[in-house]
């Protein structure tokens, strides 16, 4: 047995090996571009209906024969989407602070601080994953009218702070913001990051006087970087694409998100698709530059959930 191991190969098993590896490629490759090109498809479709006419977008038409760019403007104008998208902004970014404080603080907590009940606090965490939103969603509903317990007067006017007397947390940024700030996902992304921060960095940290709040800033966070982004992104994608739950507390326009606005806009719109993928193409659009731009942290965030080496 030992012997047939060690016979060199002959030069066609050479060859042979070589031509299998290019078939299996090619395969690959070819079931790759296959399926790019199925999920890359409506996005071009999207973008060159944008730049038609309305005749040629109602025609279903290709490739537009003179490209109306001035649609992106009409649609801006025609939906409101100046309010709409400034909407977003105020909500991505309280949403993206609140998450992070949030599950900076537990994900560390779950790693490195030792207390009783951890483990089953944990998992209770991670078992809220298999939990759809449909089912979450009339509960949140309830705790944000104040049907379960009172809850704190709101900011009804963005951008200034207005203590109303209302206590409910319908039309307000907190309503559409703090039920999703504790994500159970971006607990336990950065937890695996924070666990696997060597202990004698603890050690060394404990012996120039760092409690666990200094270790976290200086220590942890620079380290737990790509995770970090990675929650950023992740959360203002499902904050920017939040729908469902905006169109259920928000009854006035004061605080309902962009594509709440691209929902008003389909239905006032009519049959004017050219606008509509011209509405729809601004929509997604800050999430392409902000996913391009962080492409490399993000893909890492994602692949190591841990250190390397």
């Known amino acids: 047995m030992d012997k047939a191991k060690n016979v060199p190969l002959t030069r066609w098993d050479i060859l042979w090996q070589r031509r299998m590896h290019i078939l299996s490629r090619t395969v690959m490759y070819t079931i790759l571009i296959f399926f790019a ?3 890359v498809t409506p996005f071009l479709w ?14 279903a038409k290709l490739i537009p024969r003179d490209p109306q760019w001035d649609n992106y403007v009409t649609a801006w ?5 100046g309010k709409y998208f400034f909407n977003s902004v105020i909500i991505s970014v309280t ?7 949030i599950t900076i603080l537990a994900g560390y907590a779950f790693a ?9 606090m944990f998992t209770l965490v991670l078992a809220t994953l298999m939990i759809p939103e449909s089912v979450t969603m009339i509960p949140n509903f309830l705790i944000v009218t104040a049907n379960v317990f009172p809850l704190p007067s709101p900011i009804s006017t963005p951008p200034f702070l207005y203590i109303g007397t209302e206590h409910t947390w319908l039309d307000t940024l907190q ?16 937890r695996q990051f924070f666990a696997q921060i060597p202990y004698e960095l603890w050690e060394a940290a404990r012996l120039d006087g760092a409690g666990h709040l200094l270790f976290l800033i200086r220590i942890c966070l620079p380290i737990a970087r790509p995770a970090i982004l990675t929650v950023m992104l992740l959360t203002f994608i499902g904050s920017w694409n939040s729908f469902l739950w905006p169109l259920i507390i928000t009854r006035e326009d004061t605080w309902r998100p962009i594509v709440v606005g691209l929902y008003n806009f389909r239905t006032e719109g ?6 509509m993928m011209a509405a729809a193409f601004i929509t997604i659009l800050p999430m392409l530059v902000l ?10 965030g994602l692949a190591t959930s841990g250190l390397k080496g």
Not at 46 to 59: D, K, P, R, V, Y
Not at 77 to 81: D, G, L, S, V
Not at 112 to 120: D, K, L, V, Y
Not at 291 to 300: A, I, L, N, S
């Open 112 to 120: 490195r601080i030792n207390f009783t009940g951890r483990n089953i």
């Open 270 to 275: 009519g049959n004017q698709t050219h606008l």
């Open 175 to 190: 309503g559409l913001t703090v039920p999703f700030m504790a994500s159970a996902f971006s607990i336990f992304l950065l």
């Open 291 to 300: 996913y391009f731009v962080t492409q490399k942290t993000f893909t890492e």
């Open 46 to 59: 999207m973008i060159s209906t944008s730049l038609m006419t309305n005749g040629e977008a109602q025609a």
């Open 37 to 39: 090109i199925i999920a």
């Open 77 to 81: 104008k025609e939906a409101n989407f």
């Open 95 to 101: 949403s993206i602070i609140g998450t992070l404080v």
